[in-house]
Every structure is written in structure tokens, then in C-alpha cells.
């Protein structure tokens, strides 16, 4: 297990002000600190990130806030309050960019929204994250993932033929949201320094939680406007592709695919029964997927005859595409996660060494990496209010005396 140890990432001198909370906003911004980036992370004085108190706990510390928080900086600081105000625009003034996952009108209600933001700064990317986004007759209603996963048309597809329709075990569309907003800030920094000779201009970036996903659907929209077709749930096979499914094993489950002809082919060899390939049922991928419970009942009749280990191996020695189903115990004691330095640890002050999640994707040159788990509730106000916006003893005294920081 290789220490966590801070490298120069490839976003190295990037300054991020991150007043968003929970997940989406602290998955996009734990993202740019992994590689580089400086985020301020702005909690108010006496109301901390909600994520803070979720389980699981060691002893009094979230380990979800402890991965989320992870690379940051955070300081306390009161929006509402005209001091605070003031200070944040401080903090923007010399930022690349500002995350906020408020409610929309939040900022206005402050003063703060992207005009009085970019009024100090031209040259800010304002990423606005909300359940819905800034416009349109659901702007204004609070919006969870939970949510999001319904009305993307994700959960509707989720799940099994005779099952109700299912949400995900993770915050998916919260973490997908995320990643458009982490390429999307990204879009917009290089649109302002390079594209087109560099603009020079920041913008305001609006994510919902539910369109990511939505925009996962490919092809979905195009069907349905040509052909008038509604994807239904399949459970575990792919409504385009077969065999494909989660097979039973003698004593646990693979994952197999073999969405092109030649690797059905060699399934087929892999289990025994070279004449499927010349079964008219299974012919090609559209007979096949029309007869798919026949072909899987005959893959499963001989993966469940045999331990998981001799499935995969005699399946890779015929090329064909098959693994695991792997939970986090597994995961720590596998080979590829540990020849890719894919967990690394952390010295922690509140709950000593830690294992984390490394970094990724992997940089030749510049690669991300983690120096520190999620700071203490405003750790790093000393550094940031005195160092480097240059408090005095006495305003700082007065600032903290007051709550509005």
C-alpha cells in the first residue's frame, strides 16, 4: 500500500471557490483538488456540510465527508451577512472558479449572483448546480438525486421485468452531475485561455441533476421520435447487445459480454458448445437477443457447474470477456487494484492512517494524488483570512466574535 503523497497536478495554480455542499458540488470540486487545484471550501459558521453527519462513522467522523472533503481547504464564512458578503467577493477576486449548489435565487436573495461575481472578477466560470437548473417551472423546487434518478428516465429502466423500478445503491446522479460540471468548468477555462485565441471571459455554467443522466440515454431519444419505442427494464442484460448478463457460478457470479460476433463465437468454444454458432436462434446479435433466454440458460448451464475461478480462466484462455463481481473486500485484496495503486493511505489527525481511493485516471506527467482527508469545520480560516486576505488581529477577532466567519 503506497503512502498518499501531493504531487504538482495538471491543475497546479487553478483557485477554486467552492460554495456548494453535499454531494454534487463536493464531488466536482474533490475532483479538480485531486489534480492540482486550490479549493477554498466555504461552510457557514455554525451550519456545517450536511455530509459531515453522514455515516459511516469512526468514532465522531464521517468517512463519507473525510473522502468527499479530501484536498480541500475549508473555511466558515455567513453569505447572508453584509461582512461576509464583502469577503467573499474578496476571495473571488483573483479565482478561476466558484462552485454553489444553493437554491435558485439564493444568491440573488444575497446579492451575490454571477453579475456581482463577475463584477469583481471577468474573467470567473460560475458553476450553478441545482436539482433542476435555472430555468424552467421546476426551478425553484429543492431537488435531491433520489429525484433526478426518476425523472431522467433512469430508474424507469433500472431493474428487473417483474420488479418495480429501482434506484441505485450510490448518489448517481448527484457524482454524474459532478463530472459534467468538472468538464464543463473545464470547457470554459480553456474557451477563456485558449480557444479562439483565449476570450479572456469567464461564464456562468448551469447543471441540473437530472439532464447528465438524461444525456446517458443514447439513441433513446432518436427511437423514440422515429419509432415511437419506450426502453423497458431487462434486469441485467444490455437491450442491444447479447449474451450479456450477471451468471451464476458454483459458488458466486461473473460478468460476461459478448456484444460482436467474434467473441460469442468464442464463448461458445469456451463452454463446450461450438454448434450454438451455427443455431439459427443465435445466428447473429439480433437472433440472439431475440432468443436470449435460451442462450443464457445455456451459458448458465455451464458456468453453474464450475467455481467462479475456473469460469473466468477457462473463459480468458478463449478470449472471451468475463469477470468477477467484485464487493469492496474483494477489491482490497486484488491484484490489478493494487499493481495500479488504485487505494492509497492517508495519515489522518481524526482517524489516523486511512485507506482512499487514488486518484484517477491516471497522468503520464502530471498526476493527481491526495495529500490530506476532509479538514475540520473552518481549519483553515487562520490561513486564508489572515495570509492571505490580510486581516488584522482585531477585524478577524471582531468577524469571529460576530459568527460571520
Known sequence: MPPARRRDGPLDGLRVIDCSGMISGGFATAQLADFGADVVMVEHPEHEDPIREWPPF???????????????????????????????????????????????????????????????????VVVRLSGYGQTGPRREKPGFGTVAEGLSGWAHVNGFPDSEPLLPPISLADLTAAQFAVQASMFAIFERDVGRGGSGEGQVIDVSLYEPL?????????????????????????PSAAPRNVYETADGYVTLSASSQRIFENVADAIGKPGLVDDP????????????????????????????????????????????????????????????????????????????????????????????????????NDAVYRDELGLDADAYAALRDDDVI
Request: net charge negative; hydrophobic share 35%.
Open 281 to 380: 436462434r443465435f445466428a447473429d446479435n439480433d437472433a440472439r437477443i431475440e432468443h436470449v433466454d435460451a442462450l443464457d440458460a445455456e451459458i448458465e448451464a455451464w458456468t453453474s457447474q464450475r467455481p467462479t475461478s475456473e469460469v473466468i480462466e477457462t473463459m480468458e484462455a478463449n478470449d472471451a470477456i468475463v469477470g468477477p463481481v467484485y464487493d469492496i473486500a474483494d477489491i482490497h485484496e486484488d491484484d490489478q487494484y493494487d499493481a495500479r495503486d488504485d487505494i492509497v493511505e492517508v495519515d489522518d489527525a481524526d482517524v489516523g492512517p486511512t485507506k482512499t481511493a487514488a486518484a484517477v485516471p491516471k497522468f503520464s506527467r502530471t498526476p493527481g494524488g491526495v495529500d490530506h482527508l476532509g479538514p475540520r469545520h473552518g481549519e483553515h
Open 214 to 238: 438524461f444525456r446517458l440515454f443514447l439513441g433513446d431519444v432518436e427511437a423514440y421520435d422515429k419509432l415511437d419505442r419506450v426502453p423497458e427494464r431487462t434486469g441485467n442484460r444490455h
Open 58 to 124: 469512526d468514532g465522531d467522523t464521517s468517512l463519507w465527508w473525510k473522502s468527499v472533503g479530501r484536498n480541500k481547504r475549508c473555511i466558515t464564512l455567513d453569505l447572508s451577512d453584509e461582512r461576509g458578503r464583502n469577503l467573499l467577493l474578496d476571495l473571488v477576486a483573483d479565482a478561476d472558479l466558484f462552485f454553489e449548489n444553493f437554491r435558485p435565487g439564493t444568491l440573488e436573495r444575497w446579492n451575490l449572483d454571477p453579475d456581482v461575481l463577475r463584477g469583481v472578477n471577468e474573467e470567473l
